[in-house]
């Protein structure tokens, strides 16, 4: 058992399994304001990377091979910044989400960057994008149903679902 300093010196001391509990708390809310931070800092990424669009878009009137990566970079900023807001509320990675922001990636870069005339290079990324779509339509037929056990638990819980009972 650990003794406390100070003020609080005339206080309990506390006890080895509490000091697991006080210490895990605490960083799960230092993991916590790390993810607001990414958060806030993607957002700001977000405003700039609309100010470019809208700059490039309509002040120097830019072909659309220049335009549409920038509105699919703002679409990945979005998805990221749903992604940290998810893991904020929920505390778990939504795999769902880390799958779309990836396919939208890949996306963006045969946007930016066509594949030439080397079939390699066609060739991995139709594997790339064959795998992530693999993996993104086996998380849509699990998913539903480790949620709806998520629904029914929840719902078990819910007090306010139980009858009124009257006095």
């Known amino acids: ?21 006080w210490i895990s708390r605490y960083l799960e809310w230092a993991q916590d304001a790390i993810v607001a931070s990414l958060a806030v800092v993607v ?9 470019t669009l809208a700059r490039v878009a309509l002040f120097e009137g830019r072909e659309p091979r220049v335009v549409l990566p920038q509105i699919v970079l703002l679409l990945i900023l979005v998805e990221l ?19 779309e922001i990836a396919i939208v990636g890949v996306l963006r870069e045969l946007l930016i960057n066509p594949p030439g005339t080397a079939l390699f290079n066609a ?16 998380n849509r037929l699990t998913e539903p149903r480790s949620l709806a056990h998520a629904e029914e638990s929840i719902a078990d819980d819910d007090p306010s679902d139980a009858p009124a009972q009257v006095r």
């Open 43 to 51: 957002l700001i990424v977000m405003v700039q990377a609309l100010w």
């Open 81 to 99: 910044f749903r992604t940290l807001l998810f893991y904020l509320r929920e505390h778990r990675v939504a795999v769902g989400l880390m799958i």
């Open 123 to 138: 060739a991995g990324l139709a594997m790339v994008l064959l795998v992530l779509g693999g993996l993104m339509v086996a």
């Open 1 to 21: 058992m650990f003794r406390r300093n100070g003020p609080d010196a005339n206080r309990r001391p506390i006890a080895h399994t509490h000091v697991h509990e």
